[in-house]
């Protein structure tokens, strides 16, 4: 593992040397026309931050007590500062390349048309090319710098409808609140923004919460101290949650297979203290007035390169038959690759994607790039009366923010058919 820290941090100072390298080339060359400046303040100004950063890299050393929540924030709040400075550069450094290549190809060609031809020709001004990219990294960074301090933080209540014939009359109307994705590792002292969205999930009125995994980044200690405000989240019937990817670990290198199933068992004690019923490939029934619904959950079930721990089949064993069933399966390809069209389970919820914590939605149109990644990303998606929903997390992971996709809370009301067409008639 020291060797991998090595590793990491070398090319990370690399990649901070080439990008500022090509960036204070390319911003002096197009407004300067020179690659370097002999003003000894610019340079100064300039070269302190990647020097600072490569400074910090190079004398931090590995400890194996970073997995404590208050050294991992300042490891996310270093990747954040890392990600709003340089993915910036970066656009205006593509866009000046892009300039000075379509002008070497003008110029060659206008040089080719005046010596065939002996026609005078004048070389447009392409600067604009590389203006425009200064334009988009400005707005880069402020949007990025955006989503970090407001955006994150910034929930959304989406509410969702929907009818079944086969829902129990008894369980009409009943409301669900479907949240994903927490990551407590990201919110290290932000406990007054989890009070406030905790608070919203209770002004929704919910009968059932749901949560559908990644309730941290990787290790269980991320998870302490955060059960008794968890466990603020009331509903009618219960609260149930499944694990997700991240929950298991398999993100770090242990010492042994032991050290990592404690932290797995640690984490699903967060879960029971937090009162979150954890469902392991398990199933349960709600019953209330004579009717009955299924809950089931599956362990993460993802397309490789993600684990498949989920085993749906084990989760429905011993389930005795009822009309209606929610399934809980943190990653939504698992919808398409085992569950619709193959099961009679109608509502599946997921979440999973984050909506990759940027994109925009502009009433039903929705675009993340996340997009061409997985067909079922963001929302709602049914088909024959089986429904999948996408829930875009409730926290943040490697970039801690979120620009255009918001943090979510689902609420997804469900109705008997027959019974609310009686009602309208």
Request: glycine letters at 8%.
């Amino acid at each position: 593992m020291k060797k991998n820290f090595a590793r990491l941090k070398a090319i990370i100072i690399l990649i901070v040397v080439v990008i500022d390298t090509l960036f204070y080339m390319a911003f002096n060359f197009h407004y300067f026309k020179v690659f370097f400046t002999g003003n000894i303040l610019v340079n100064l100004l300039f070269w302190s931050i990647p020097l600072l950063l490569s400074t910090g890299l190079l004398f931090m050393r590995f400890n194996p007590e970073l997995r404590e929540p208050s050294k991992l924030k300042w490891l996310y709040s270093l990747a954040g500062f890392f990600l709003t400075v340089y993915l910036p550069k970066i656009v205006f450094i593509l866009f000046f390349i892009i300039s000075k290549t379509v002008q070497v190809l003008i110029d060659f060609i206008l040089k080719t048309v005046t010596f065939l031809l002996h026609i005078e020709t004048r070389l447009p001004d392409l600067d604009l090319i590389s203006d425009i990219g200064i334009i988009l990294a400005i707005f880069m960074f402020f949007a990025m710098l955006y989503g970090i301090i407001i955006g994150r933080f910034h929930f959304k209540v989406n509410n969702i409808k929907l009818s079944f014939k086969d829902l129990p009359v008894s369980f009409n109307g009943i409301k669900l609140v479907h949240i994903s994705d927490i990551h407590l590792g990201s919110w290290q002292g932000k406990e007054k923004q989890m009070v406030k969205a905790v608070n919203l999930i209770n002004s929704q009125q919910p009968d059932l919460i749901l949560f559908t995994g990644d309730l941290v980044n990787n290790f269980s200690e991320e998870a302490s101290g955060w059960p008794p405000i968890l466990g603020l989240m009331k509903a009618r019937y219960g609260k149930y949650s499944i694990l997700g990817n991240h929950d298991y670990g398999d993100y770090w290198d242990w010492k042994d297979s032991n050290e990592k199933t404690r932290n797995l068992e640690i984490l699903a004690e967060a879960h029971d203290k937090s009162g979150f019923r954890l469902l392991l490939n398990e199933s349960e029934i709600i019953s209330h007035d004579g009717g009955e619904i299924g809950i089931s959950g599956v362990e993460n079930w993802g397309k490789p390169p993600f684990m498949q721990y989920g085993d749906l089949k084990k989760a429905m064993e011993g389930m005795k038959p009822v009309p209606f069933r929610i399934l809980l399966s943190h990653d939504p390809s698992h919808w398409t690759e085992e569950v619709y069209g193959k099961t009679d389970i109608q509502l599946t919820l997921s979440g999973h994607t984050h909506g990759m914590q940027f994109g925009m939605i502009l009433g039903k149109m929705r675009w993340s790039p996340v997009k061409y990644l997985y067909k079922q990303w963001s929302g709602l998606y049914g088909h024959n009366s089986q429904y999948l929903y996408v829930n875009h997390g409730l926290g943040s992971l490697g970039f801690p923010g979120r620009i255009g996709i918001r943090p979510e809370i689902t609420v997804i009301s469900i109705y008997n058919e027959f019974k609310q067409d009686i009602e309208k008639k």
